[in-house]
């Protein structure tokens, strides 16, 4: 079954340093998303990807945060100077089309900054 | 803003018996609705969904119920099985292109042999 990877599983980083977290999402899917959940509380929308452009944001996503596909598998989140708020489990998503609900998430990458 | 809740944290049942989890929404402009189950240390995997215009929608052992007059769904599991001990979240989306869903705290479902 085809299936959302996602690398690192788990990024231990220092406070202030550049991460990048990879996607590489199912092939047919047009639709791309990231999600994050701070231990304790909800699954959080941080942004969505369609015809490479961003085509939603949340608020978290603010100007420390940036998305890439840079190659037409990877889907990259970048978070240019971490803070320990940052700390999460963040998951990549994909789904077929917006009308689709097949919705495939990815196992997600714990990130720690320190 | 708490648009969809899962008042219960957590629920413990026995096996063979059912499961009852509960979803409230407070925005009616979401017309789709969507249960999540959670392993640790993976991803959401999708469980059952259904469309604001219907009240039921059935897969095998899982049943997703939708009351729009009360904002109100829940997720039947009959007969409850020891595999299905996971977190359950519930999501909403609306209208709109990129179908964004919004997430409810989850409930944590504990089956007993």
């Known amino acids: 079954e085809p299936e959302v990877t996602q690398t690192p599983s788990h990024q231990v980083t220092q406070m202030g340093q550049e991460v990048i977290l990879r996607c590489v999402p199912i092939s047919n899917h047009l639709y791309f998303y990231w999600y994050r959940q701070i231990l304790g509380q909800k699954v959080e929308f941080l942004v969505s990807?369609?015809?490479?452009?961003?085509?939603?944001k949340s608020e978290i996503f603010d100007d420390q945060f940036s998305v890439e596909r840079p190659d037409g598998s990877n889907f990259t989140l970048k978070i240019r100077s971490t803070k320990l708020e940052d700390s999460a489990m963040y998951f990549c998503?994909?789904?077929?089309?917006?009308?689709?609900?097949?919705?495939?998430f990815g196992s997600g990458t714990r990130l720690t900054v320190v | 803003d708490q648009q969809v809740k899962q008042n219960s944290p957590s629920l413990s049942v026995q096996e063979g018996r059912i499961s009852i989890l509960n979803c409230d929404y407070t925005?009616?402009?979401?017309?789709?609705f969507l249960w999540y189950k959670k392993y640790p240390a993976e991803g959401p995997t999708f469980l059952i969904s259904?469309?604001?215009i219907k009240d039921k929608n059935e897969d095998g052992r899982f049943t997703v119920f939708l009351n729009k007059s009360a904002k109100h769904l829940s997720l039947h599991i009959v007969p409850s099985q020891p595999g299905d001990s996971a977190v359950y979240f519930c999501?909403?989306?609306?209208?709109?292109?990129?179908?964004?869903?919004?997430w409810g705290l989850g409930t944590s479902l504990a089956v007993n042999p």
């Open positions: 259904i469309s604001s």
């Open positions: 990807f369609y015809n490479n452009e961003i085509s939603e």
């Open positions: 998503a994909s789904s077929e089309g917006q009308g689709s609900y097949g919705y495939t």
């Open positions: 999501a909403a989306s609306g209208t709109g292109n990129n179908r964004k869903l919004i």
């Open positions: 925005n009616s402009m979401f017309d789709y």
